[in-house]
């Protein structure tokens, strides 16, 4: 079997359109394009909903244009169309499933709403090949932390852990607000925490006591103690060491992330973890995940940062995914369901 499908993300501040081909093997990714209204929302440090949605709606058919200019593809050459259905902004989420429906009623081929976090995890199989089953994935988004056992991709994914409070991308984004340092904060906490001390203060690694559940995670504890730890140094009318601040901050959150990985692993006797979304492009992260994930004989796997933040391959790919399996399409009534959940890969 050989199919191309076009995937179409809106679930957030990217509008992106990938396009993949997929034989029995693995998706190979043909082309892709992405517009961000990211600058857009930089001066209210976070993403303004209503500004995400009018900023899909315009960059839509250009952005599927520029994805069938990139790959060398024709519109009648496309199988499928897969779109992010949830979770997501509503209005933004709208926006998407709108446009695939009306491109997969133009061309006449099915239409399949998939999820965004299965999609995240979909991404490496684009650059890895297929995910061994059962495989743990570690999602670390702006709206989600989450540990998962992915038994396959197009079926059967299980909540392992979650985060009890803010998710780790969203930790980097108000910590980065609290210093001043501008919207997303990941990449640039994660650029100054290069030049900065991991080991100058010892912030707190939430959820790792004895007691705690050993697979949740917990990051507004340290958000609060990183505001504290800046305001004390501001009463007392002491410059703040902002990259040694970023470094510490970083390396609580990779501590944790990693450490709870690796234990769920063992734990759950998988050998293979991927670490996907957004904060899986963090430079700290994928050290220590590689050393300790060596350490424990993990097999790890993380895609490249362009394909960890939100792009339309990997939900071409996750598209693929449910096409090979033989799953049902989606009806005319798709809808976005901003809090579906990820056990719910595909909508039928
Ligand atoms: O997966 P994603 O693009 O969108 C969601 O589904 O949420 O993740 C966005 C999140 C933001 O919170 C952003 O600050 C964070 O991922 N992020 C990073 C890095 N790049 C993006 N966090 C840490 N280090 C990075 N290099
Ligand atoms: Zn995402």
Not at 14 to 22: A, D, F
Not at 216 to 227: E, N, P, Q
């Amino acid at each position: 079997m050989t199919a191309i499908v076009l995937g179409i993300e809106s679930s957030c501040d990217e509008t992106g359109v990938g396009l993949v081909r997929i034989t029995d093997g693995a998706p190979e990714l043909l082309g892709q394009s992405l517009a961000s209204s990211q600058d857009q929302h930089a001066r209210f440090g976070g993403v303004v909903p209503e500004i995400a949605s009018r900023a899909h709606l315009e960059a839509m058919t250009a952005t599927v244009r520029a994805a069938f200019a990139d790959a060398g593809v024709d519109p009648r050459d496309v199988d499928a169309v897969a779109v992010t259905c949830g979770p997501g902004l509503a209005g933004a989420l709208l926006v998407g499933v709108a446009a695939a429906k009306a491109y997969a009623a133009a061309w006449g081929v099915p239409l399949f709403g998939v999820n965004h976090l299965a999609g995240h995890v979909a991404a490496d199989t684009l650059e890895h090949g297929l995910l061994p089953k059962p495989t743990l994935a570690l999602l670390v988004s702006g709206g989600h932390t989450q540990l998962l056992r992915v038994d396959d991709l197009a079926g059967a994914i299980i909540e392992v852990g979650t985060t009890v409070d803010d998710a780790a991308g969203e930790a980097y984004d108000k910590v980065a607000r609290l210093l001043g340092l501008g919207y997303p904060g990941g990449p640039i906490i994660d650029r100054l925490a290069a030049r900065g001390d991991p080991a100058a203060v010892r912030f707190p690694r939430g959820l790792t006591g004895p007691r705690d559940a050993p697979y949740d995670f917990s990051f507004s504890g340290l958000k609060t103690a990183v505001a504290r730890h800046v305001e004390t140094l501001e009463r007392a009318g002491a410059p703040i060491p902002v990259a040694d601040v970023c470094a510490s901050f970083q390396e609580a959150v990779a501590d944790v992330l990693t450490a709870k990985t690796v234990r769920a692993a063992a734990d759950l006797g998988i050998g293979t973890v991927v670490i996907a979304g957004g904060v899986a492009a963090n430079g700290r992260v994928r050290v220590l995940a590689e050393e300790r994930c060596a350490a424990a004989g993990l097999t790890l796997r993380v895609p490249r940062p362009g394909l960890c933040t939100d792009n339309g391959a990997m939900i071409a790919a996750m598209g693929a995914h449910v096409v090979v399996a033989g799953r049902a399409p989606s009806g005319e009534f798709l809808t976005g369901n901003p809090g579906l959940p990820v056990s719910v890969v595909h909508v039928p």
